[in-house]
C-alpha cells in the first residue's frame, strides 16, 4: 500500500490570499489525484496531475485557480489561488495503487478555512 | 459519464445490530471498481471494502460484505455486528478498469451515508 501525508494538516487564510498544498507519497506513481470536499459534501475531482505533463482539469476547475506542479513521481503540490470563503474545504490528494493498480489510496487532507 | 447515488443520507443502527447501506451506479463500461470508504471525523478516507466488476463473487471483509448485483447496477454495503468505532460517513465510489482510458484513476463518488451506531 502507499503512505501519503499532506501539509498543512489544516489553515485559517484570509481573503484574497494563496495557499499551497503539498503531497508526498513513499513510493513511486503515475498519477496522482486532487480532490475538493467542501463542507457536509461528498468529494470531487479537481484534476489529475501527471509527472512531466501539464495537469489535467475537471470541468469547473481551472489553472488559473488551482495550479498543479508535479516535479517527481512521489510529490505534488496543489495551490489554492485568490481564496474566497466558497473555498474552505478539506482537499485530498489520492493516488492508484496496489499489486493489480485496483486500489485507490488517500492522503490525510487538508483542512481549509477562509476567514 | 458515470454516476452514483446514495439515496439514504443518514442511517442508525444499534451496536451489535445489522445495517445495509445501499448505492446505485450508472455506467455504460463493463470492467470497473466499486468501493465503500469510510471516513471518520478525522476525515481520512479508509477503504472498506472493494468490488472488481469481472467478479461475480461478492467481496467481503470480515464484518463487511457487499451485494453487488451487477445488472441492476447496485452496489450495497452490510455491516454485520456493528460496533461504535463504525459511526462514520460511508461513500460508495466508481472507478474505471481500462488503462490509459480518460476515466482512468478518478474515482466518482455517491453523496455519502452517515452512520450512527447506538450503544
Known amino acids: 500500500s502507499a503512505v501519503i501525508s499532506q501539509k498543512p494538516s489544516r489553515d485559517i487564510c484570509q481573503r484574497g490570499t494563496s495557499l499551497t498544498i503539498q503531497c508526498q507519497v513513499d513510493?513511486?506513481?503515475?498519477?496522482m489525484f486532487w480532490y475538493r470536499q467542501q463542507p457536509g459534501q461528498s468529494l470531487t475531482l479537481i484534476a489529475t496531475?501527471?509527472?512531466?505533463?501539464?495537469?489535467?482539469?475537471e470541468s469547473g476547475f481551472v489553472i488559473d485557480k488551482f495550479p498543479i506542479s508535479r516535479p517527481n513521481l512521489t510529490f505534488s503540490t496543489l495551490t489554492v489561488s485568490n481564496m474566497s470563503p466558497e473555498d474552505s474545504s478539506i482537499y485530498l490528494c489520492?493516488?492508484?495503487?496496489?499489486?493489480?493498480?485496483?486500489?485507490?489510496?488517500f492522503g490525510p487532507g487538508t483542512r481549509l478555512t477562509v476567514l | 459519464a458515470q454516476t452514483v447515488t446514495q439515496s439514504q443520507p443518514e442511517m442508525s443502527v444499534q451496536e451489535a445490530e445489522t445495517v445495509t447501506l445501499s448505492c446505485t451506479y450508472d455506467t455504460s463500461e463493463s470492467d470497473y471498481y466499486l468501493f465503500w470508504y469510510k471516513q471518520p471525523p478525522s476525515r481520512q478516507m479508509i477503504l472498506v471494502i472493494r468490488?472488481?466488476?469481472?467478479?461475480?463473487q461478492n467481496a467481503t471483509e470480515n464484518r463487511f460484505s457487499v451485494n453487488f448485483q451487477k445488472a441492476a447496477k447496485s452496489f450495497s454495503l452490510k455491516i454485520s455486528d456493528s460496533q461504535l468505532g463504525d459511526a462514520a460517513m460511508y461513500f460508495c465510489a466508481y472507478r474505471s478498469a481500462t488503462p490509459g482510458g480518460t476515466s482512468y484513476g478518478k474515482l466518482t463518488f455517491g453523496q455519502g451515508t452517515i452512520l450512527t451506531v447506538h450503544p
Open positions: 496531475a501527471n509527472q512531466g505533463s501539464e495537469a489535467t482539469y
Open positions: 513510493s513511486q506513481v503515475t498519477m
Open positions: 468490488q472488481e466488476a469481472y467478479k461475480q
Open positions: 489520492s493516488v492508484v495503487g496496489g499489486p493489480s493498480y485496483n486500489e485507490q489510496f
